[in-house]
């Protein structure tokens, strides 16, 4: 428990990072307002594990002004998603409004000025415009997420399968919850972490036919990596009904994965979130029962 009576903003907040996080802040001690985009189980969920829960959208302006009333940090986490620069830009301004003094913001490591992909290009602009307020301000860019796994994930005839357009590429997956450890300590002390820009890992760096080993060594069925190209992998995304501008993101990030952008560990969760992040080999173990049927998006073989 905790003296601290600040309050924390966690946006996103039945995603992935920010539920983890709020939960992580909540177990803490710490005061924590949760925006959620709807009220539904995830939101009853979080409000029964003592967050203060308000409901509104990212580009509701008046809604986010109101959400960040009396909040001392923020959690930034908008959705891969079309509208993310003005997303930020409402952000930015309510949140100087309201006098915020820290923001923790979700990138992600394809950010740059010359990325292929539009949400990754707006990534990195975004960052730029939070740095131009007067917060302090900590930018995360992940690698890919260990949960992807679970998207593409087939099962078929007793085997697991990836049909992925990631060639021979390399990425050390990191779990969500682990990342929520990292974003939860610099909400908690944001002065050592302003203007900081940090890439996030798991603790190893594999390539698809390693996590196909990885996996298949914890869930005792073979598991089978099979390469793609972006071609295939984006027209079986539309096919599925997957948003363009996902399918934009997700095309361009493969290359980019193929290039080495993903790649590389460190030791930023350790140092900043005190945790040793989780192996592919714990993820699927802590996750088995959502690799028992494929995942929404599988590639199914031609
Ligand atoms: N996945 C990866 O491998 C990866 C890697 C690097 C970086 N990232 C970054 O991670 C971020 C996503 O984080 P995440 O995976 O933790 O989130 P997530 O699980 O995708 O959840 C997104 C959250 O945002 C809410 N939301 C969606 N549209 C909204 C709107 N218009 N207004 C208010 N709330 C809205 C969603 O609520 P509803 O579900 O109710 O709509 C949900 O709670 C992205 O910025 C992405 O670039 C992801």
Request: net charge negative; glycine share 8%; aromatic share 8%.
């Amino acid at each position: 428990m905790t003296n601290d009576d600040r309050l924390f903003l966690v946006t996103g907040a039945t995603g992935k990072t920010g539920s983890s996080t709020i939960h992580l802040l909540l177990q803490r001690g710490h005061r924590v307002r949760a925006m959620v985009h709807r009220e539904d189980e995830r939101s009853r969920s979080l409000a029964e594990a003592g967050a203060e829960v308000v409901v509104s959208d990212f580009h509701d302006l008046d809604g986010v002004t109101a959400a960040l009333q009396g909040v001392a940090g923020a959690y930034l986490c908008y959705p891969i998603s079309p509208g993310l620069i003005e997303a930020t830009t409402y952000f930015a301004q309510a949140a100087t409004e309201a006098g915020v003094r820290s923001v923790v913001n979700m990138s992600q490591i394809s950010a740059r000025r010359e990325a292929g992909s539009n949400a990754a290009r707006q990534h990195w602009l975004c960052e730029r415009l939070l740095d131009r307020t007067d917060m302090l301000t900590t930018h995360l860019r992940p690698t890919f997420f260990a949960e992807w796994l679970k998207l593409w994930w087939e099962l078929r005839d007793g085997a697991g399968y990836l049909r992925l357009p990631f060639g021979e590429g390399r990425h050390a997956p990191i779990a969500s919850v682990d990342q929520a450890h990292v974003i939860a300590a610099v909400l908690i002390d944001p002065e050592s972490h302003d203007r900081a820009v940090y890439t996030l890992h798991g603790p190893v760096e594999l390539n698809h036919h390693d996590i196909a080993r990885a996996m298949s060594g914890t869930l005792g069925i073979p598991v089978h990596y099979e390469p793609i190209s972006v071609e295939e992998f984006a027209s079986a995304m539309a096919e599925r009904g997957m948003p363009a501008h996902r399918i934009q993101h997700l095309s361009n990030v493969a290359v980019d994965y193929q290039n080495g952008v993903f790649a590389g560990t460190n030791d930023n969760i350790e140092k900043i979130g005190h945790r040793t992040p989780l192996s592919v080999e714990q993820f699927v173990n802590e996750n088995k029962p959502d690799f028992d049927t494929s995942g929404p998006y599988f590639v199914p073989a031609p």
